[in-house]
């Protein structure tokens, strides 16, 4: 299970980088085309907002939260740039599980304040890292166009299929990050305007895929290709499951290693793939197992990895903040076909894997231009002074969560 899904890893740019008031208008009190916002304006119906319960009794701590204001709302403004409050919640939400404080059980106490400041100043360095980015695409005129608002389409369709269906796409993205279609949309789109802004500034010819150099970059690249079986010790919202359900959780993890290692067949893999489909609680995992980089996936899921041969898999449990792993390395190619831009996203080169290929067409980007286009981020983003709009200037988690 990936940290942070392809879906927001259209932060890796943004996250390599060291005044109006906040006004509610019918649009948030942002000019219509605002860079980002845009984006957020064209939501289709429900898209900004959480996916509807499943069941009469679903509760969920996040929900409430989020219903406390509305998606639009302007919590902050960097340099005139507003971060909008669905934007602001999944980015909160995003820190509260990367610091670790998804157990935090009472924000009103010493260590939950404390936690709560560590929190919420995480969570203005993304919010600002973001507003540089848009920031500095509007300033050097950048918009979206009708290509690219394809693309925006074509990645949330291919993302649809992969999670079976708008639906669940919809759940997974609220249960695993409390973002909204609409912050999906966003985000993504962080990319294509860091695209557009690169191509401003450097020209439009950065590295193109057939390129050698990134040929030759990809095959020296350290990738993992690896399917787990997931058994949860959290619950949809990252929130500790009961001792009950955690030591049920245990007992599933070691009747499948008794499974595993009592299998005498000739087709492990296969036989895997059954018991990935009867036990596994990773509702994302791609069915081509997951393709990956160093840094993109929780520590303890990538030593283990690489730790393994192609055809091993753990024999004992990896625990991470999501639960107990049994992992099978699979073997994967560094090669980038002649044809990649026509590659058949449902092939052995797409999905996550053709993920892999442009996240290093990204770096080699970086090798090029990293200094230059750092400072330039790193000096506008120091001139954005944050104005919190009115009842944002210091939330309380405690009531916010309570």
Partial sequence: MKKITAAVAALVFALALAACSAGNGANGGYEPGTPGLEVLDKAGEGDRSPPAATDAGETDVYKTAFAKHKPDDIVVTFGGYPITWDVWFYLMSDAIAQLGFTSVADWSDADGKAAAEQVLAETERTALQLAAVFKAAEENGVKLTEGQWAEL???RAEYETQFGGEESLRRDMWDYYHATMAVFNYLNSSTLYQLGLIEAKYGADVVDIEDGVLREYFASREIFKAKHILLKTVDDSRLPLTDEEIALAQTRTAEVLALLAAYSGTDFGAYFDELLAEY???????????????????????????????????AEAVETIFGYHIILR?????????DFDAVDPDSEYGGTYRETVLDAHYQVFWEAHYEDYDAYLTELQNGL???YGKGFEKLDLAKLFG
């Fill in 153 to 155: 389409a074509k990645i």
């Fill in 280 to 314: 596994n609680e990773d509702t994302g995992e791609p069915a081509e197992g997951y393709v990956f980089t160093p840094g993109q996936m929780v520590t303890e899921f990538e030593d283990a990895t690489r730790n393994l041969g192609a055809g091993e898999y753990t």
């Fill in 330 to 338: 699979l073997p994967h190619t560094n090669e980038i076909p002649d």
């Fill in 385 to 387: 002074a944050a104005e």
